[in-house]
C-alpha cells in the first residue's frame, strides 16, 4: 500500500520561499510517477509539477514554472518541492501524489500523465502554505 506523508508547510510573506517534504513509503524509485497537487478552498486540485521517479523527467504547471523545483532523494525516500518567489495566489493545501501503475504513453510528461486519470493516484494528506501579501 502506498503511503505518502507531507510536511514543510507554513506561512510566509510574499517572495519567500519554501520547501515541502513528501516521505513515501518504500522506494521512491518503484512510486514511477510522483507529484504535487494543490488545492484552495473553491477551486479544483490542480497539479502544479511531476516527475518520473526512474529518468527524473519533470514538468510543472506554467503557474509556477521558475519558481518551483520538485525534486528526489532516493536515499531518503523523500520527494520535493521547492516554492521560490511565492505568491498570495500559491496559497493551497499541498498534496503529495503517486501513481505506481501509471502507464502513460512514452512522450506524455509528468504532470499531464498525472491528471489524465487523477482518481488513480494515491495522496498523502496534504500540508498547508499560506502567503500573505
Known amino acids: 500500500q502506498v503511503q505518502l506523508m507531507e510536511s514543510g508547510g507554513g506561512s510566509v510573506q510574499a517572495g519567500g520561499s519554501l520547501r515541502l517534504s513528501c516521505a513515501v513509503s518504500g522506494s521512491i524509485y518503484s512510486m514511477y510517477l510522483m507529484g504535487w497537487f494543490r488545492q484552495s478552498p473553491g477551486k479544483e486540485r490542480e497539479a502544479v509539477a511531476g516527475?518520473?521517479?526512474?529518468?527524473?523527467?519533470?514538468s510543472y504547471a506554467d503557474s509556477v514554472k521558475g519558481r518551483f523545483t520538485i525534486s528526489q532523494d532516493n536515499a531518503k525516500n523523500t520527494l520535493y518541492l521547492v516554492m521560490n518567489d511565492l505568491k498570495s495566489e500559491d496559497t493551497a493545501m499541498y498534496y503529495c501524489a503517486a501513481n505506481p501503475t501509471a502507464k502513460p504513453p512514452p512522450n506524455m510528461s509528468a504532470i499531464q500523465a498525472l491528471t489524465k486519470v487523477p482518481e488513480y493516484n494515491h495522496y498523502g494528506q496534504g500540508t498547508q502554505v499560506t502567503v500573505s501579501s
Open positions: 516527475i518520473y521517479t526512474g529518468s527524473g523527467r519533470s
